[in-house]
C-alpha cells in the first residue's frame, strides 16, 4: 500500500513565528515522524516574488533563513523532501497549462485572493497578474508531486477548492492523470491561526506583532509583556475574558500539564488558571510571566537547534541542492504524464 503523499511550505519573506510552528510546522514533523507519509515540503520563493518582485534580495535572503527554521523545529531532510521552487522549472510550465482551466471570474471569486489583494497597500496602482493567478500555481505545486494532502490553514481551504476543480477539469478532458488532493486542517482552532501579540486577529510579518522562532530570550519576554489582554480587567480583582485574549489563546495552544507542575503549581491545567481569571482575583500580570516561561520552555531547545544549524550555512544550501534535485524528478515525471495525455508528447 503506497504512503499518503503530503506537500506543504512557506514564502521566504521573513523568519518564520509561533503562527506558523503551531499552525503547520509541529504537525509536518509529526506527519513526517510517523512513517506513514512522503512529504514535500517547498520554500515558495517564486510565490513571494509576486508581491516583492521589487526586492528579490529579500526573497534571496530569506530562502537560507527558513530552512533554518525548517531544521530547527526537527523536519528532517532524511525523511522529508525540502525544496526549492524556482530551482524547478516543471512547476512554471505545469501552470501555464493550467491556466486554460481557469476562468478570470473564477479566480475574482476566490475568497483568500480577494482578502489578500485588500490586505496589500502595495498593490494601489493594481494587481500583479502573477499575484492574481497563484492560485494556478498552487495547484501545479500541489499535483506536481502527486500530493493527496495538503495541510492548510481554514483560510487557505479556498486555494484547494481551487485545485481540485482544475485536477476534476483536467482529468475530465484529458483522461485520469492528476491526483486529487484533500486538505487538513488543525484539529485544535485556536491552533489554526494564532493572533498577534497587538489582539489583531492576524499574527504576520508585515504587521510587527509576532514571536519568531529565532527570537532571543530577552526579546520573547519583552514582547510577552507588551502583550494586549482583556481590556475590561482593569484590577486584579475584576472578572475577565478569557476569549479573544491572546495571552490565554497562546496558553490554550502551548501550556502542557508539565508546565503548570513546574511554573504554575497551584493550577493543575488551563481549565482551572482560565475560571480562576473568568471569576477575577488573578492578574495579567501573573499569567504573562506563566506564559513566558511556557513560550521559554518551549521555544529555547528550537533555538539552540537553529544556532547550530546556522554555524555551516553551506552544508545547509547543499541539504537544499539535494531535495531539489529529488522534487525536480518527480515533477519531471508528472509533467511528462500531462504533456502525452494532452498530446504534447511529439518527439516519442
Do not use: C, W
Amino acid at each position: 500500500m503506497s504512503k499518503d503523499i503530503i506537500l506543504t511550505g512557506d514564502r521566504p519573506t521573513g523568519n518564520l513565528h509561533i503562527g506558523h510552528y503551531v499552525g503547520s510546522l509541529r504537525r509536518r514533523v509529526e506527519l513526517q515522524n510517523s512513517g506513514k507519509y512522503e512529504s514535500f515540503i517547498m520554500i515558495a520563493d517564486a510565490q513571494a516574488l509576486t508581491d516583492n518582485a521589487d526586492n528579490p534580495q529579500k526573497v534571496h535572503e530569506n530562502v537560507l533563513q527558513v530552512a533554518l527554521d525548517y531544521l530547527a523545529v526537527g523536519i528532517d531532510p532524511a525523511k522529508s523532501t525540502i525544496f526549492i521552487q524556482s530551482e524547478i522549472a516543471e512547476l512554471t510550465e505545469l501552470t501555464f497549462y493550467y491556466m486554460n482551466l481557469v476562468t478570470v471570474a473564477r479566480l475574482q471569486r476566490n475568497p483568500t485572493v480577494k482578502t489578500e489583494i485588500a490586505q496589500k497597500e502595495r498593490f494601489r496602482d493594481g494587481t500583479p497578474v502573477g499575484f492574481f493567478t497563484y492560485p494556478i500555481s498552487q495547484a501545479a505545486d500541489i499535483t506536481a508531486f502527486n500530493a493527496t494532502i495538503v495541510p492548510v490553514g481554514e483560510d487557505q481551504l479556498p486555494m484547494i477548492e481551487q485545485t481540485q476543480e482544475i485536477v476534476h477539469k483536467f482529468n475530465s478532458l484529458y483522461g485520469e492523470t492528476l491526483t486529487m488532493p484533500k486538505a487538513s486542517v488543525p484539529e485544535l482552532s485556536a491552533a489554526g491561526r494564532l493572533p498577534g501579540i497587538d489582539g489583531n486577529s492576524k499574527m504576520g510579518k508585515s504587521l510587527n506583532n509576532a514571536i519568531y522562532l529565532n527570537d532571543s530570550a530577552d526579546e520573547i519576554a519583552a514582547k510577552i509583556k507588551t502583550m494586549f489582554t482583556d481590556p475590561t480587567h482593569l484590577r486584579v480583582e475584576d472578572p475577565g475574558h478569557t476569549e479573544n485574549n491572546p495571552v490565554f489563546i497562546y496558553l490554550s495552544v502551548f501550556a502542557k500539564p508539565e508546565h503548570f507542575a513546574e511554573f504554575l503549581p497551584e493550577y493543575k491545567n488551563y481549565g482551572e488558571l482560565a475560571a480562576h481569571y473568568e471569576r477575577g482575583g488573578l492578574g495579567d500580570v501573573k499569567v504573562k510571566k506563566f506564559l513566558n516561561d511556557v513560550l521559554q520552555s518551549t521555544l529555547a531547545p528550537i533555538r539552540a537547534r537553529r544556532e547550530e544549524f546556522a554555524k555551516d550555512p553551506a552544508a545547509v544550501m547543499e541539504m537544499l541542492r539535494a531535495g531539489t534535485a529529488r522534487a525536480r524528478a518527480v515533477a519531471a515525471a508528472t509533467t511528462a504524464r500531462v504533456k502525452k495525455a494532452m498530446g504534447l508528447n511529439y518527439f516519442e
